[in-house]
T-cell receptor, first 114, second 112 residues
Framework: GAVVSQHPSWVICKSGTSVKIECRSLDFQATTMFWYRQFPKQSLMLMATSNEGSKATYEQGVEKDKFLINHASLTLSTLTVTSAHPEDSSFYIC??????????FGPGTRLTVL | QKEVEQDPGPLSVPEGAIVSLNCTYSNSAFQYFMWYRQYSRKGPELLMYTYSSGNKEDGRFTAQVDKSSKYISLFIRDSQPSDSATYLCAIPFTGGGNKLTFGTGTQLKVEL
């Protein structure tokens, strides 16, 4: 299967700071990438759809000004959590959509906000 | 009603057991269904998908869809400790766009 990487895999930050998470498709081009959030013992919740060269589409209840998404190229999407607070602590997972519409997931980024 | 509901588990079985994991869904229009496996602190990986009712087999794994009762199942034969993970069913997001809605996941532990 295709490979998606995320960086960093784990980040701890202070409340009020911003954190950027990168999602890269390593061996395929992804015109669409998705960002999910997963709280402990809960399922993945879709946050937004990231389209290369255009604005992201956010799901209901997700603040677009807080979770900034940039899809700069066909292999890179970034999620920036602005002014992070402890309730933003979660496991953030991205996925890339391959040409055949199969989604490949990254390994996730664990964010802890102190 | 949630679009997809999954038995939460956790489920603990001895090595070699047959495991049955189940989900129900609400929208009869869904055409395909997926099962993902997620190891602790990792992203999900696609195990199987099926487009229709009936069974689909891949090695020790069998996916079953019963559209009349809106029920999907994943069976694991001869379960191994390496099968210990969280299993998530997924269905297409209402509204399309190749988005997915996931069940809550069933945590499985296969013990020696």
């Amino acid at each position: 299967g295709a490979v998606v990487s995320q960086h960093p895999s784990w980040v701890i930050c202070k409340s009020g700071t911003s954190v950027k998470i990168e999602c890269r498709s390593l061996d395929f081009q992804a015109t669409t990438m998705f960002w999910y959030r997963q709280f402990p013992k809960q399922s993945l919740m879709l946050m937004a759809t990231s389209n290369e060269g255009s604005k992201a589409t956010y799901e209901q209840g997700v603040e677009k000004d807080k979770f900034l998404i940039n899809h700069a190229s066909l292999t890179l999407s970034t999620l920036t959590v602005t002014s992070a607070h402890p309730e933003d602590s979660s496991f953030y997972i991205c996925s890339g959509n391959r040409y055949d519409n199969e989604q490949f997931f990254g390994p996730g980024t664990r964010l802890t906000v102190l | 009603q949630k679009e997809v509901e999954q038995d939460p588990g956790p489920l603990s079985v001895p090595e070699g057991a047959i495991v049955s994991l189940n989900c129900t869904y609400s929208n009869s229009a869904f055409q395909y269904f997926m099962w993902y496996r997620q190891y602790s602190r990792k992203g999900p990986e696609l195990l199987m998908y099926t487009y229709s009712s009936g069974n689909k087999e891949d090695g020790r794994f069998t996916a079953q869809v019963d559209k009349s009762s809106k029920y999907i199942s994943l069976f694991i034969r001869d379960s191994q400790p390496s099968d210990s993970a969280t299993y998530l069913c997924a269905i297409p997001f209402t509204g399309g766009g190749n988005k997915l809605t996931f069940g809550t996941g069933t945590q499985l532990k296969v013990e020696l």
